[in-house]
Each structure stands twice: as C-alpha cells, then as structure tokens.
C-alpha cells in the first residue's frame, strides 16, 4: 500500500506583510491548486498530512468548503499540528475538526496517540511532559507520524511547538521505529528520521530552499521516495530595489542596501509594485545603512529629538509628507 505523505500545508494563511487583499486571496486558490495537482498526480492509495492542514485554528467556510471538497473522495488520515490545537476552549471546536466529521473515508487524529494501518500517530498535545509520556509509549517497530521541531532547545518549554531531542531519537532508533515528523518547514533527513517539510510555499522564507518535496511510503517495500513538489525557478525572484520592475514570478523578493536617506524611495517602489504585480508576495529585505556618528559620551548628553534626527535623513519630498502629519 501507498502512502503520500504530506504535511503543513497551511491553507487559508493569515499574510499581512509583502501582500494585498488580492494578492491574500490569489495565494488561497493557488494552495488549493498545488493540493489538488499533487493529489491528482502522485500515485497513492491513502493520504497522510502530518499536521497543521490549516494554517489557522478558524480557517473560515470558504476554505473548509474547498478542503472538503477536495478531500472527499480521498481515504485519508489527518494528525493535528499545532495550528490546529486551541480547541480545550470550552464550546469551540476548529476547523480540522470540522472538517474531519465531514469526511467519510478519513481518521482525524486528533486527542490521543492512534495505531492505524499498524503505523502509529501522535498528535500535537498541551504539553511538553504529556508528549514525552507518549512518546515512551510508542510501541517497537512501527513507523510512527508525530506533529513537532527536533532537536531544538527552545521549543522545549513553549508547549504551542513540541520538541523531540536527540535522546528520545536514539532511543526510538534502537527500537527499531522509524520516525516522520511534520512541522518544521525545512525537508530533512536523518537514519530512521523524515523531516517532511511543507511542499510548496506560503512565504518567502519557504523559497529559499529552492526546492520542496512530498514523500511516499511503500507498506510492503518499507521504502519511502522523495517527489519534487515545487522548483524556485519560475516561481521566485530576487531584485535590487534600484532595478524593481514587473515580473511574472510568484514570490519576490527584494534586496540590496541603501542609506537611510534614500529608504523612502525604496519603500515607496516595493509599494508601488505590490499594487500592480501578480506576485502573491513582495517582501522588503533592503537592508538600511547607518553611516557611523561621532561618539559623545552620555554625560555630554543634554537632549535628543527623534523627529529632528528623521527629518535630517529624509529627502526634501518625505519630509514635507511627515509635516503635515505633525
């Protein structure tokens, strides 16, 4: 049996920065478009997406509606991410879960640890400490899915992004499971251990890999296959913010550096082409140049006007702009 194995697909994303209203919208239908293609097109006989499905706990109905109806005719195992975690709310219940009682031929996993299929699934929880604890659990031998970061110090005591160290990996290992963990955005793999990486981007820091791909398991092979899912080639695009023109890529991302009496130039041109470009998101990574000032000691100090600071380093048209806001 085939499995295709996907993970934070992150429909519906909430974007505000390097997008417009148009823009948030275009990028919802295209997701759908990469899901449904890959769907279609990668030999499978059972779906599993590891967590965060949504990219938000309320995803709205026109994203639900969507989801179910591309999903419907799939046999499929859903596991709940971290996006998917604030239904402890008293008479809440999110959108995976609705979802999930929508679909016939699929298993939302969505409270517990679940042995399907004879693999093994463990869902996002609350806590560090209730994860570790199922974690142990995981019976010997198995392929087991699990939504968290790895090998990750921080994430340990923020219980919103679980972390699996690289103790409980050893461990795992030597007991022979084989280990697919979904969350984290970056494609990795380690002996026993499939990073699954989300598939195709949501943002501009997803296209800096370059590449994304899905994953398929053969039950009877115990193999699994890596399939490219999304290429940076025609997609993404960086220019220097003094060359931005029209472009047909996707995902822009602008560059260079600039002294800070030139920034408002800058930003009004990044701004200009997010109102006239196709792209999905146009990011601003200009980086500003501070030229050095003379050292004064702070006993020396006796006053200091932001404004008057701003004023000296704006060109003459930005600051009659910021007078009259004054």
Request: aromatic residues 8%; negative net charge; proline residues 2%.
């Amino acid at each position: 049996m085939k499995y295709l194995i996907l993970s934070d697909t992150h429909i519906a994303p909430e974007r505000v920065g390097g997008t417009t209203n148009q823009s948030r919208i275009a990028l919802d239908d295209h997701l759908f478009g990469r899901l449904r293609y890959t769907i279609e097109t990668v030999p499978h006989d059972c779906l599993i997406i590891v967590g965060d499905f949504f990219a938000r706990y309320s995803a709205g109905d026109k994203a639900i509606l969507d989801s179910y109806l591309t999903l419907r005719q799939e046999n499929a195992i859903i596991l709940r991410g971290n996006h998917d975690s604030l239904s402890h709310k008293l008479g809440h219940i999110s959108s995976l879960e609705l979802l999930g009682s929508l679909l016939d031929n699929t298993v939302l996993v969505f409270d517990k640890p679940e042995l399907i299929h004879g693999m093994y699934f463990l869902p996002h929880v609350f806590d560090q400490d209730l994860f570790n604890k199922y974690v142990e659990e995981i019976p010997d031998n198995v392929v087991c899915f699990m939504h968290c970061n790895f090998a990750n110090s921080f994430s340990e005591h923020a219980d919103h992004s679980l972390n699996l160290s690289t103790d409980q990996y050893k461990k795992l290992k030597a007991r022979g499971i084989e280990l697919v963990l979904g969350h984290e955005h970056g494609r990795r793999e380690l002996e026993q251990l499939h990073i699954v990486g989300c598939h195709w981007p949501t943002s501009i820091s997803d296209c800096l890999s370059g590449s994304k791909q899905c994953l398929v398991y053969d039950s009877e092979t115990k193999t699994f296959e890596s399939i490219e899912t999304w290429n940076a080639g025609a997609d993404y695009i960086e220019m220097h913010w003094s060359e931005i023109t029209e472009t047909p890529h996707s995902f822009v991302r602008v560059v260079g550096e600039c002294e800070v009496i030139e920034y408002p130039n800058v930003a009004r041109s990044i701004a200009r082409l997010r109102k006239t470009s196709n792209a999905f998101v146009v990011a601003n990574a200009v980086k500003i140049i501070v030229k050095e000032r003379e050292v004064v000691e702070r006993e020396e100090i006796t006053g200091f006007n932001i404004l008057e600071l701003l004023l000296e380093n704006v060109d003459e048209e930005f600051r009659e702009e910021i007078k009259v806001c004054i």
